[in-house]
Each structure stands twice: as structure tokens, then as C-alpha cells.
């Protein structure tokens, strides 16, 4: 009876380190541009609230603001423009838009108007509606609209490189800013996010 435990014992340790083996880890770490290593991971809503706040504050420090502050006596009105997604992978690139209208409205340095032809629409429905129901002091009819003078767009872009079961991935985001009337780009920056992920032979 003992030897059949023994060998039971000895069955399931063997099984055990079978299971083990034949399982995987995955590991994920956000690291800086020049790290060297990984394997890559998925561009996340972290990614993209870090992305917005750093190219704010590089658009926010930059000369052009004032610059058109000096000549034209007050904050430029801005309107964001289209993100291109050229990466690899699926990027909700209205989510980065969100983040980044969020804190260029917050920072108070610039006037924000909508470019969404969603929110557009909309505006415009509410304008008619008041137009025909609302009182003559309170309507707020078409053009009386604030027109912007400068525009944000950009891209953001991806590489990746595999090797001995490991990949690193880049994602750079590059943004520029118009303007409307001359269409001269006043401002231009990116920001890189590279992400390593390891995955080992063992673990669970």
C-alpha cells in the first residue's frame, strides 16, 4: 500500500511539473524610449492619457501661442482636426482626441471649438429648434458661430521588431498645428511610447 502511494506521489509530481512546463506567463512593462528589450503590448487608454498630456504640455510651452497672442491681442481659437491611425493595430484614436481636448480646454491658454460634424449637426438642429420655438432674446442663430484659427492634426504610427520569442513596439505620435488662414504650421512634435512585454516557458 505505501508503494502505491509512493508511486502516486511520484505520478503527480511528474504530471505537476508536465502542467507547468506546458504553461505561460505574459509580463507587461512600459518602459522609457531607449530601454532596450521586449515583447510588445497593446496601445491602452494609459497610453493614450500619457500621449495627450505630454504633446499638450509641449504644445502649451511652445513659442507659437505667444506669438499669436503678441500680434493678435488675445488666445488663438483652436479646433482639433483629424488623428490618423498608421499603426499596425486597431487604435480608437477619438479616445487620444478626447484626452487631448480635455486638457487643451483645461489649461486655459486657447479658446476650443468642436470640429466634429456629430457634435456640428447637433448644434445646428438645436439652432433651428430654438429658431422657431424659443423666444427672439434667447435664440441663437447661424452665423454668429466662432470660427477657429488654428488646427491640430496628426498621426500616430507604430513599429515593431521580434527576436528569441521577445518584440518591442513603438508607437509615435506625431502632431502639428495650421494655421487656417495662411496655412502655415505654427507648431510641430512627437511623442514616443515604447512597450515591452515578456513572455516566459513556464508559469501561469
Known sequence: M?????????????????????????????VGVDTA?????????????????????????APW???FQAKNSRRPVVELGQIINRSDQHINTRLF???FQDELINSGKVRFVTASEGHR???????????????????????QQTGADVMITGSINSYTASRDGKTVRFYETHLKAIN??????????QYQVKKIANQSSMGF
Open 2 to 30: 505505501r508503494r502505491f502511494l509512493r508511486s502516486g506521489s511520484v505520478f503527480a509530481g511528474a504530471a505537476l511539473v508536465l502542467a507547468l512546463s506546458g504553461c505561460s506567463s505574459y509580463s507587461v512593462q512600459r
Open 97 to 99: 482626441l478626447n484626452h
Open 37 to 61: 528589450g521586449g515583447v510588445t503590448s497593446r496601445w491602452t487608454d494609459t497610453d493614450a492619457r500619457l500621449t495627450a498630456k505630454t504633446m499638450i504640455r509641449k504644445a502649451l510651452d
Open 180 to 189: 487656417l488662414t495662411s496655412n502655415e504650421i505654427l507648431w510641430g512634435s
Open 121 to 143: 449637426n447637433a448644434a445646428a438642429a438645436e439652432r433651428e429648434y430654438q429658431m422657431k420655438h424659443a423666444r427672439s432674446s434667447t435664440v441663437h442663430g447661424p452665423g
Open 65 to 67: 501661442l505667444s506669438r
